[in-house]
């Protein structure tokens, strides 16, 4: 038999049969005196001494305290642990991210002042503060994923409060990604974590808009232009929604793979769920209002308008449209801001598709005029005008 699994194209294994039906238990310092047998799964993995040393004995893990390095020193964690120690970048990275923040929070009212007054360049302030924090949310997803790896980290050995389901649920949602930690996947529970860290930038832009929107004003010709700012919020708003349900759906997926990892099965029954989904979405559409809620977008796009907004109070006018299609209202102010963004021809589509429902209410009530034999309403638009035009003719004709 060759000692590689390489040679396997020349030369053929050999195979073993192990019968275990007459086998039984051994003693402990029996076995604890028995040759070690170790399987190469991977004929890529590293044999390096690392994995030939023996695991970890009874009082060498550290799988709680791992946890608690990860998600409160944050990027900091590796420090501690032994896969990521003695990597400087990432701790140089992670150093230069909190000092950025840590100086914009000390001289705070000095850089707001100048960034209100336009003095300080207003795009490169933005965006070097995003990839800082980035950055930072990066690097603890790297910590998280290094203690998830660690040979000292063992799922089964982490307290019995925190494997129960409703702590694990409530447990995802406070610290994104610790249900996946839990079940052995450090790498989905990092990726967890970046999901929901990165919906704090959004927040925090959408948070400070107005200001923002202000300081971009005040900066003139160095600051960027104003529909590239609306895309960012609205963008941004986007991502909120996205992030809210990611981090909402990865805390109940970290707990459907901790169960299946502790019992074999997953103790979340999809019916349960899909009922519970019925019992919200029946109770969304008995509290929601939707010509109440319209209105007030509507109000709230026409203040966004005065202050210089487009595409902000469009995307506002549109979901007013939809939640109350009956009030033209929504779709002519919608006809407006597309003229204003310079798209003439969806503003005349708007214009048209109004145009179609007012003629075909105003034949139905010319209909049940003639039918009643009385005058109720007016006449429709096209009546009017050619009647004007018939009349215009013979008084023409008239000396």
């Known amino acids: 038999m060759s000692s590689s699994f390489g040679s396997w194209d020349t030369e053929p294994p050999e195979i073993i049969e192990l019968d275990l039906s007459g086998a039984t238990p051994k003693p402990a310092d029996v076995l604890r005196d028995a040759p070690r047998v170790r399987f190469l799964l991977d ?43 003695h990597n400087t970048a990432w701790t140089l990275v992670a150093l230069l991210s909190i000092s950025s923040w840590a100086a914009l929070v000390w001289r705070w009212p000095e850089v707001r002042l100048m960034l209100e007054q336009g003095i300080a360049p207003f795009l490169p302030w933005s965006l070097t503060m995003y990839s800082m924090a980035l950055l930072w949310a990066a690097a603890w997803c790297r910590a998280i994923f290094l203690a998830g790896v660690d040979r000292r980290f063992v799922p089964e050995r982490l307290p019995r409060w925190l494997r129960a389901p409703a702590a694990m649920a409530a447990g995802g949602l406070l610290a994104p990604g610790l249900g996946h930690l839990a079940s052995g996947h450090p790498r989905r529970a990092a990726v967890a974590f970046w999901m929901v860290a990165t919906s704090a930038l959004p927040i925090l832009t959408l948070s400070w808009s107005g200001w923002l929107w202000q300081c971009n004003e005040n900066a003139g010709v160095s600051g960027v232009p104003g529909l590239a700012l609306e895309t960012m919020f609205v963008a941004s708003a986007a991502l909120v929604g996205l992030g809210t349900l990611l981090w909402i759906g990865s805390a109940l997926d970290g707990v459907r793979l901790h169960s299946v990892r502790a019992h074999g099965r997953s103790e979340i029954r999809g019916d349960w769920l899909a009922a519970t989904l ?31 907004y487009r595409l902000t109070p469009l995307c506002l006018e549109a979901t007013a449209s939809q939640l109350d299609p009956a009030k033209p209202k929504y779709a002519m102010q919608m006809a407006e801001l597309f003229e204003s963004l310079g798209k003439k021809q969806a503003a005349q589509q708007l214009r048209n598709g109004l145009r179609e429902r007012w003629d075909t209410y105003a034949e139905q009530l010319l209909r049940e005029e003639l039918h009643d034999g009385e005058e109720l309403v007016p006449l429709p638009i096209d009546v009017v005008a050619e009647s004007a035009d018939s009349t215009a003719a013979e008084a023409a004709k008239t000396p």
Not at 49 to 57: E, H, L
Not at 73 to 82: E, K, S, T
Not at 279 to 308: E, K, N, Y
């Open 43 to 85: 004929p890529d993995a590293d044999d390096s001494d690392d994995n030939d040393s023996p695991p970890p004995g009874p009082g060498e893990y550290r799988s709680g305290l791992l946890v608690v390095l990860a998600y409160t020193l944050g990027p900091f964690a590796p420090v501690f642990m032994r896969q990521g120690k």
């Open 278 to 308: 019925l019992v919200v979405i029946v109770l969304l559409l008995f509290t929601l209002r939707p010509v109440q809620l319209a209105g007030q977008l509507d109000q709230f796009a026409g203040a966004m308008r005065h202050a210089g």
